[in-house]
């Protein structure tokens, strides 16, 4: 409508002047006049709500991302350093990545590669994997199993890791099992440590953490400063670790 620029203008200004003024300044006929035009406004130009959309994102972003920092530096020492984990590549390495992950998480499967590319390509790097069984019942299983390999064959975890979830279909108790008993550990050898050592209280303590850090999927890394969620490739986790050594941060 030819009108509408000037009108707008108008408006505009007179409620950059009445912005002081509490709502009860407007007099009825004045408020619905007014929320006619903006309902008219928005219409025309319904793009705007999607600038709204985007500013609101990167705001929520924002705040998750100032939490996750928050999160990071009270728990570093349970992300970065927990004797429960198993630790990859160069146990001295100067940037480390962590990653949260499930058996049964297609993602997880489809980022396997990075690690392993990271890992072979970059021999200073230090890979922390943190056991996040958040798929259901087979998934705690199969973890449970995980977590008594990895106490009685630590040498072999990275072998049964990249078995296990190379794994074609669902990794369970049964699968887990019979990966264990391809590197040499017997499933009696296996129940006798998950009896013996459950590993119910680190799975909680990896929760709480997951919770406090704001992570509700897998693959989940954190990586300095920062929570990276999703399978973000290769090229993006090498290039915040390139940052991490240059600046100490993951974004220069």
């Known amino acids: 409508m030819a009108f509408f620029p000037k009108t707008f203008t108008a408006l505009a200004l007179a409620a ?60 570093s020492t349970d992300i970065f350093e927990s004797k429960n984990d198993v630790t990859l590549g160069n146990p001295k390495g100067d940037v480390t990545v962590v990653e949260f992950f499930d058996y049964n998480c297609s993602y997880c499967r489809h980022a396997l590669p990075d690690m392993q590319a990271m890992l072979k390509k970059d021999k200073n790097v230090r890979f922390v994997l943190k056991e996040f069984p958040i798929l259901g019942p087979d998934s705690i299983a199969a973890h449970k199993v995980a977590d008594a390999f990895r106490k009685l064959a630590p040498e072999k975890y990275a072998d049964f890791h990249v078995a296990l979830l190379g794994t074609e279909g669902r990794a369970s108790d049964e699968t887990a099992v019979a990966v264990a008993a391809s590197l040499g550990v017997s499933e009696d050898k296996i129940r006798a440590e ?59």
């Open 16 to 75: 950059s002047i009445a912005l002081p003024l509490p709502a009860a300044a407007l007099d009825d006929q004045q408020k619905k006049e007014f929320g006619e035009f903006i309902k008219q406004y928005l219409l025309e130009n319904p793009e705007i709500m999607l600038e709204v959309q985007d500013a609101l994102q990167k705001k929520q972003e924002a705040q998750r991302s100032v939490k996750a920092n928050m999160a990071i530096e009270e728990n």
């Open 194 to 252: 998950i009896a013996k050592s459950p590993n119910d209280g680190i799975v909680q303590a990896t929760y709480r953490l997951a919770s406090s850090l704001g992570i509700s999927g897998t693959p989940s890394y954190v990586i300095g400063n920062e929570m990276v969620p999703g399978a973000v490739g290769l090229d993006d986790l090498e290039a915040k670790v390139k940052n991490m050594r240059s600046c100490g941060k993951t974004a220069c």
